[in-house]
């Protein structure tokens, strides 16, 4: 663990010595994001890298469902690529895991 200035913390020397690179070169980063634990969330998704395991919170699960379940029963003229469009890219995501397990 090395101490990054910036945050006033204690972060990995790792993480620290990419945070500092970027602060040279202008590259702006959010300490909220600086995320080392583990799992990790990944836009709703919890990733255990040292598990390799994808979770999903039982909340985003049930709202994951009731988009489904309400894009099947979508009754428009427009195109299903449209609908699809509408999701965002998480619920796409977890469709596409529920859909190959």
């Given at each position: 663990m090395t101490?990054?200035?910036k945050?006033?913390?204690?972060l990995p020397t790792d993480m620290?010595?990419?945070l500092l690179l970027w602060d040279e070169l202008g590259i702006?980063?959010?300490e909220h994001k600086q995320v080392y634990r583990s799992?990790?969330?990944v836009i709703g998704f919890e990733v255990d890298p040292n598990l390799i395991k994808i979770t999903l919170?039982?909340?985003s699960k049930m709202v994951l469902?009731?988009?489904i379940r309400e894009f099947a029963r979508y009754k428009s003229k427009r195109s299903v690529i449209s609908q699809i469009l509408d999701l965002s890219y998480s619920q796409i995501y977890g469709l596409i895991l529920?859909?190959?397990s």
């Open positions: 101490f990054y200035a945050y006033q913390k204690l620290v010595s990419l702006l980063h959010e799992p990790l969330p919170k039982e909340e469902v009731a988009e529920r859909l190959e």
